[in-house]
């Protein structure tokens, strides 16, 4: 087992926040998180099963309304480790999607995340695309090894991103940026006007080949992160990177 794949996520994301003093939200916020404390308790950590010396207890660290409990890695443990007490106490990294290397943490904008998925980080990264703003995700997210396709948690859904994903989101970009919704582009039903307008032959091709990836989580993530060549003034300003879903992660963006 190597020392990466030993690594925390909590402790991963700790020592990028540390390098970066303050981080800017996709609106423009300044957000500054706050410095580790250090418990007495020693074990392994019932959230992360990482050893630790430094722990606090997990009666305390967990409140009744976790409900992620069921992601315990050591669920007879009554310490949690000073790392995820660290992750639990802050709410921007609940509420904004995250993006840590060994030298930065960011909460990247929508946009900001279609390039970082189409020039991957070439060293250890942590990716974490919230949809909903409403959940813990650090800790179920894994730390991307360098030299492989990147691995990301979209919401609650483990996905790698191959080498072809420019593909797949070139095609939804052109029919995206050719009049069509994001919603039209999602279930596949599609105004019959707009095609006509867009060409019903260059839709034909485009189509046959997103049929074959629609319903996927890699189809998600790139309807996720597509942009138009020209934003509007909401997009340029930025948006969260987050939208609440009525089904899963992806019925409602547009």
Request: proline share 6%.
């Amino acid at each position: 087992m190597t020392m990466l794949t030993m690594l925390r996520t909590t402790r991963f994301l700790y020592s990028a926040a540390a390098k970066t003093p303050t981080i800017t939200t996709p609106t423009g916020k300044q957000v500054s998180l706050a410095t580790l404390q250090l418990g007495n308790m020693s074990g392994l950590c019932w959230l992360c099963a990482g050893e630790t010396a430094h722990g606090f207890p997990q009666a305390k660290v967990i409140k009744p309304t976790f409900t992620d409990s069921a992601c315990a890695k050591e669920p007879t443990s009554e310490v949690v480790c000073e790392y995820c007490t660290w992750a639990l106490s802050m709410r921007e990294l609940r509420n904004y999607s995250l993006f840590a290397t060994q030298d930065q943490l960011r909460f990247p904008s929508r946009a900001e995340w279609r390039e970082i998925l189409l020039d991957p980080p070439k060293e250890p990264s942590v990716c974490c695309l919230a949809v909903s703003g409403q959940k813990w995700l650090h800790f179920k997210t894994h730390i991307s090894p360098p030299g492989y396709p990147l691995r990301i948690l979209l919401e609650e859904a483990d996905v790698w991103i191959p080498d072809s994903f420019d593909s797949l989101l070139g095609d939804i970009e052109e029919l995206y940026n050719g009049g069509f919704t994001k919603a039209e582009i999602e279930t596949g039903r599609y105004q019959s006007h707009r095609i006509q307008q867009f060409g019903i032959r260059r839709f034909e091709d485009i189509e046959s080949r997103l049929s074959w990836e629609r319903r996927s989580r890699l189809f998600d993530v790139a309807l996720f992160v597509a942009q138009k060549q020209e934003q509007d003034i909401q997009e340029k300003e930025g948006d969260s990177g987050c939208t609440t879903a009525s089904r899963p992660l992806m019925n409602t963006l547009v």
